[in-house]
C-alpha cells in the first residue's frame, strides 16, 4: 500500500450523467493513481456492483456511494452518502421516488423547451442517458449537438438554470429523508460541493447547521468545482461545525477536461479526513 493512499470521493458513471461506464471509470481512476475511489452517481446505486468488481481487478479499493438530491428552502443541494448498504430497502425506496420525479421533471423540460420552439428534447436527451435516471445534463448534451449552444456551460447558462425556458423547479428529497437514508444504510452524509450553492454566506452556515442536526458528519472541502479560496473557506467551516472533510474530484467523463480524476486533492492542515475511522483500504501496487 502506498505511504499516502490517494483519496477521490466522488464520481459518476453512465448509470447517471458521467460518460464512463463504471469499469471505465474504475480503470482510468487507477491508471490515474487514485487508490480509493468512490462513485457517487444522482440518485442511484446500479453501478455500484460493476465498479466493485473491476476495482478488486485492478486493487483499487471502492467506496459505494451516492449523491442525493435534496431541496432545502427552496434551493437544490447535494449530499454524498459514503460507504453506504445499497442494498438498504428504505434507501433504495427513497431513491426511486427522486428517479420517479427526475422522469415527470424531463417532460416537463421537454414541453417547455417545445414551447420554445425546440422539438423531440425528450427523446433528445434519453438518447443520451444510458441508466435509469434523466439529468439535466442529457437535456444539455441534446441541445448541444443539435446546435443550440455552443457548450456545456453556456447551454446551461442559456436554457436549464433558473429562469431559463428549459428550467423546472426540483422537489427532491428533504435534508432529513436524505440524510436518514444514508445513516440508515450505514453511510456516512457529507455536503457535495459546498461552495458551489447560489446562497449567501448566511443561508450556507444555515443549511450546515441544519445538515449537522440531523446526523450529517462531513463536508467536501476540496472538490472538483472549488477554487482554492473555496477550499481555505470550506476548511474553515469544517473546523468551526466540527465536520469531517472529504475530497473529490465529480469527475463526469473525459469531455470534461477541466476535473481530472487523480488530481492531486490535499486536505488543508486541520482537517480531520472522512476516512479517518475507516479500515485501511483495500490497495494493491498496481
Ligand atoms: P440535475 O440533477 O438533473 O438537475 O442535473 C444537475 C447536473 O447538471 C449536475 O450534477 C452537473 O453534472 C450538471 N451541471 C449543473 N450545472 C452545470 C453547469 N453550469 N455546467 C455543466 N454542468 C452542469
Ligand atoms: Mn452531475
Ligand atoms: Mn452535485
Ligand atoms: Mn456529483
Known amino acids: 500500500m502506498p505511504a499516502s493512499p490517494h483519496y477521490d470521493l466522488h464520481s459518476h458513471t ?32 446500479d453501478g455500484l456492483a460493476e465498479a466493485t468488481v473491476t476495482a478488486a481487478e485492478v486493487g483499487l479499493h471502492l467506496v459505494p456511494g ?8 427552496g434551493v437544490t443541494f ?10 438498504h430497502a428504505g434507501l433504495q425506496a427513497g431513491l426511486a421516488r427522486l428517479r420517479a ?20 428534447a425528450l427523446a433528445g436527451a434519453q438518447a443520451f442517458a444510458s441508466g435509469p435516471i434523466l439529468s439535466r445534463t442529457h437535456f444539455a448534451r441534446f441541445l448541444v449537438a443539435a446546435g443550440h449552444a455552443q457548450d456545456m456551460r453556456k447551454v ?19 435534508l432529513e429523508e436524505a440524510v436518514g437514508w444514508i445513516v440508515a444504510a450505514g453511510g456516512q452524509a457529507v ?25 450529517g458528519v462531513g463536508i467536501e472541502v476540496v472538490s472538483g468545482s472549488h477554487s482554492a479560496g473555496d477550499v481555505a473557506g470550506m476548511a474553515q467551516y469544517a473546523k468551526r461545525y466540527g465536520l469531517l472533510a472529504s475530497c473529490g474530484s465529480d469527475y463526469h467523463g473525459p469531455e470534461q477536461s477541466w476535473q481530472e480524476l487523480g488530481r492531486p486533492m490535499v486536505l488543508p492542515a486541520g482537517c480531520v479526513p472522512v476516512w479517518n475511522d475507516w479500515p485501511a483500504p483495500d490497495v494493491q501496487q498496481p
Do not use: M
Request: aromatic share 8%.
Open 66 to 73: 451516492v449523491e442525493i438530491s435534496v431541496t432545502w428552502s
Open 78 to 87: 447535494h449530499i454524498v452518502g459514503l460507504n453506504i448498504d445499497p442494498a
Open 14 to 45: 453512465t448509470l447517471s450523467d458521467g460518460t464512463l461506464s463504471p469499469q471505465d471509470l474504475v480503470c482510468r481512476a487507477r491508471a490515474q493513481g487514485v487508490d480509493v475511489l468512490a462513485v457517487t452517481d444522482h440518485d442511484v446505486t
Open 101 to 120: 420525479f427526475r422522469t415527470e421533471r424531463g417532460e416537463e423540460i421537454a414541453r417547455r423547451l417545445e414551447k420554445h420552439g425546440i422539438e423531440g
Open 191 to 215: 455536503i457535495a460541493h459546498p461552495a458551489r450553492y447560489r446562497v449567501s454566506a448566511t443561508r450556507l452556515r444555515q443549511f450546515i447547521e441544519a445538515f449537522r442536526d440531523c446526523g
Open 156 to 174: 446551461f447558462r442559456k436554457f436549464l438554470i433558473h429562469n431559463r425556458p428549459g428550467y423546472v423547479s426540483g422537489h427532491w428529497a428533504t
